[in-house]
């Protein structure tokens, strides 16, 4: 719903620097706490880390609600500061599930399905300002109704969180178990993170490509996709921007998690794939960009934007583009995540994986949204997202080529023959068993 809402362009404002300062707010916060999540999901467990995270994202729409009448932005800024620290528990205990849950040769699947549920909700999401705005061929702020159904769903899906299965209650199709985590000090789950980093220092040049991976929403949907269309069809474009998500993940998940590939060498035919994709569409996105700019004050906003209808002649070209830009976004953030759970099938270093994901990321969405807030041309925009991705995809190469291996499986994965009653929160070790299936099972 938060993806719908954003999408948009403005948040369904034609004054884009409100959203733009919450989104601020929201990533700045969001970059602190994405740090520490890791240990509240430790203590807390998945189930209450998300349905806390979950519950957060309605108070934004609240907030946008409120703004319709008051033109209240405090409101809409502490909103976007309070995501910013739900949305850490949510993506942290997210990125955990999903990495650790699945087989290894169905991890891509997994990460494809998921993005694949969660852009569904973008689609559903869409399809709330389209009928709540299709007759109006205005470029004006989206109406009452809008914000009111992103609210409902938004708390419909904090309460369904609380349904999840725990962790230590599954048992995957190959024997192996989801191993449990122990929940020590929060000092020393700090530590913890700080000898992640020790242990596996390549982690550190993934930093360039985390940084990246959210840092061209604000040019796709502030920029292109509110500069471009009217207020109807810029609810239209997401629609199809979101379903090209689900497309595009799915396709790419099964394609990382082909068994006629080695996973190493899955791993380095995903990253061509990737980085054919990322620089085909950004060029293609440059012709219509050089005929962009930034309106100059937010009060000609309306006449100023090329606000062009669904059913205006050019129109199809144009949101072909912005499809094309969802489908980088969702082959992105699908090769992170498999990237991720291919260097470990460890929850708990997962979840500091997962963290300093989120962390990074959110920190580089925070500095351009303040640049989208502070009147950064279009232009720069458009540079630096072109050019994060180029970049995040070479920095990255070292860790596919030396770090990736064809399996992290060992002995401890296996499920135990008897486990003794959960006293301290953990499992008790596999034992004798767990060793003999391994040995049955050279191949793993």
Known sequence: MYNALSGMGGAGQLDSHISAKANT???????????????????????????????????????????????NQGFVIFA?????????????????????????????????????????????????????????????????????????????GGILAWFLVPPQKIIRKDGTRVQRVQHPSILSEFKGL??????????????????????????????YNLYMFNTRTRSFTGLWYWLAQIVASILFGLFLDNKKLSRRNRALAGWIVLFLIVNSIWGGGLKPELHMSRPPSEAVAATYYRSMDVYDRDFTWYCLL???????????????????????????????????YKGIQSAGAAVVWGLDSGGASYRVLFGTSWGLCAAGMLFALPVVWMRVHDTEITAEDFVAEKMEPETTGALAPAGEKAGAIAADQPGK
């Not at 087989?103 to 494809?112: A, L, V, W």
């Not at 390549?202 to 929403?217: D, G, K, Q, T, V």
């Not at 992170?336 to 291919?342: E, F, I, K, P, Q």
């Open 25 to 71: 707010a929201l990533y700045a916060t969001f970059s602190v706490f994405g740090f520490a999540a890791g240990t509240f999901l430790n203590y807390l467990g998945a189930k209450a880390t998300l349905g806390i995270g979950g519950f957060g994202y309605s108070v934004l729409s609240a907030s946008y609600l409120c703004y319709n009448h008051t033109h």
């Open 80 to 156: 976007g500061a309070l995501v910013g620290m739900c949305a850490a528990f949510l993506w942290c205990a997210q990125g955990t599930v999903m990495m650790s849950y699945p087989t290894e040769d169905e991890k891509g699947r997994y990460i494809g399905l998921f993005w694949g549920i969660f852009n569904l909700g973008a689609v559903i999401g869409s399809c709330i300002p389209i009928g709540n705005n299709w007759h109006s061929t205005e470029n004006k702020p989206v109406n009452d109704g809008t914000y009111i159904g992103f609210l409902v769903l938004m708390v419909t």
């Open 194 to 223: 700080y000898e992640t980093v020790l242990s596996d220092p390549y982690i550190l040049l993934l930093f360039p490509f985390f940084w990246a991976s959210n840092w061209f929403y604000t040019y796709q949907q502030n920029a």
């Open 322 to 356: 912005y499809v094309f830009y969802g489908m980088l976004d969702a082959t992105w953030q699908t090769y992170a995540y498999w990237l991720m759970g291919a260097l470990s099938n460890d929850p708990r270093k997962l979840a500091y994986f997962a963290g300093y």
